[in-house]
């Protein structure tokens, strides 16, 4: 295997002959949000796009549910496209579902090529004087720090002990015994409330995502601040001084046109935190 050899995935309904790409990070300009960090001169990105959930035939989204499969992320962005009104993005979605196919058939190849990005990604940071920093599952959620280099038998986070990888996930059985350079948020869906609570109650911080960029005084008692300022979520924490030892809710906008329209209770709505506000008011 290597750069340009074809692969046969399936994409948007159609059969096509996908030809391994030259990188298979993507940098941080290339996602609106994490170029925000950007900006911020601290630290240089690097972001994995996996395709989510049973997209590409493997499941990288073992917790998704309903809601977070109808309003993925994958489908906003440069994945949002529409087509006699349906939304569809094939250059986008064949990316992901051939990277997630190198991945899982190609293993010893993927890791290879892989390393060899981050290698290169380390040198340029370091003539830029910036830190590195990783988002292996950008529109997934596989456990990297379970998955090991067939050739070294190690993981991507112990290779790279002085690279910050951050995620988030809904699989609150990787929030224990986390790596210290791999940085955890949980993920909020209409179907984990218990979870998310348990998650804050360890001091995990949660994302939860709201229709506009409007959000309440407090999530269920924990404190609430903006998610969309940045992407560096393991400097959440440092930046907004929190030292409670509980975890904070992550305010996050949703984003692309379906989010905009879910009724599945993954996105909260205004009215939803609104009446709990006034109702709270009101005991008060």
Same mark, same amino acid.
């Given at each position: 295997m290597q750069v340009g050899d074809k692969i046969k995935i399936t994409a948007d309904g159609k059969t096509v002959n996908w030809k391994v790409p030259i990188y298979l990070l993507t940098p941080g300009h290339g996602n609106m949000k994490i170029a925000k960090s950007e900006k911020l001169g601290i630290y240089s990105t690097?972001?994995?796009?996996?395709?989510?959930?049973t997209m590409s035939g493997y499941n990288t989204c073992p917790k998704a549910s309903k809601g977070c499969k109808a309003v993925c992320l994958t489908y906003?962005?440069?994945?949002?496209?529409?087509?006699?009104?349906?939304?569809?993005?094939s250059r986008?979605?064949?990316s992901r579902i051939g990277k997630t196919i190198l991945l899982h058939e190609h293993k010893a190849f993927?890791?290879?090529?892989?390393?060899?990005?981050?290698?290169?990604?380390?040198?340029?940071?370091?003539?830029?004087?910036?830190?590195?920093?990783?988002?292996?599952?950008?529109?997934?959620?596989?456990? !990297?720090?379970?998955? +090991? %280099?067939? @050739?070294?038998?190690?993981? $991507?986070? &112990?290779?790279?002990?002085?690279?910050?990888f951050y995620d988030y996930t809904k699989i609150l059985?990787?929030?224990?015994?986390?790596?210290?350079?791999?940085?955890?948020?949980?993920?909020?869906?209409?179907?984990?409330?218990?979870?998310?609570?348990?998650?804050?109650e360890m001091g995990i911080n949660v994302c939860v995502v709201f229709l506009k960029d409007e959000y309440p005084s407090n999530y269920k008692g924990y404190r609430i601040i903006d998610g969309d300022k940045t992407d560096l979520r393991f400097l959440d924490n440092k930046f907004f001084e929190n030292h409670t030892g509980?975890?904070?809710?992550?305010?996050?906008?949703?984003?692309? !046109?379906?989010?905009? +329209? %879910?009724? @599945?209770?993954?996105?909260? $709505?205004? &009215?939803?935190?609104?009446?709990?506000?006034?109702?709270?008011?009101?005991?008060?």
């Open positions: 690097k972001a994995l796009h996996l395709a989510p959930s906003s962005g440069q994945g949002q496209c529409y087509r006699q009104g349906e939304l569809y993005n986008v979605h064949r993927f890791f290879k090529k892989l390393k060899r990005e981050i290698d290169n990604f380390i040198i340029k940071c370091a003539k830029k004087g910036t830190k590195p920093a990783i988002r292996l599952n950008c529109t997934s959620d596989l456990p !990297w720090e379970k998955i +090991k %280099d067939p @050739s070294s038998r190690k993981s $991507l986070i &112990e290779l790279y002990p002085n690279v910050q059985s990787r929030l224990n015994n986390v790596p210290e350079n791999y940085f955890l948020n949980f993920s909020r869906s209409e179907s984990n409330e218990k979870e998310v609570i348990k998650a804050l509980k975890g904070i809710v992550v305010g996050l906008k949703s984003k692309g !046109w379906k989010s905009k +329209k %879910d009724l @599945s209770g993954f996105v909260i $709505l205004p &009215e939803q935190w609104k009446e709990i506000e006034n109702i709270q008011k009101a005991v008060a």
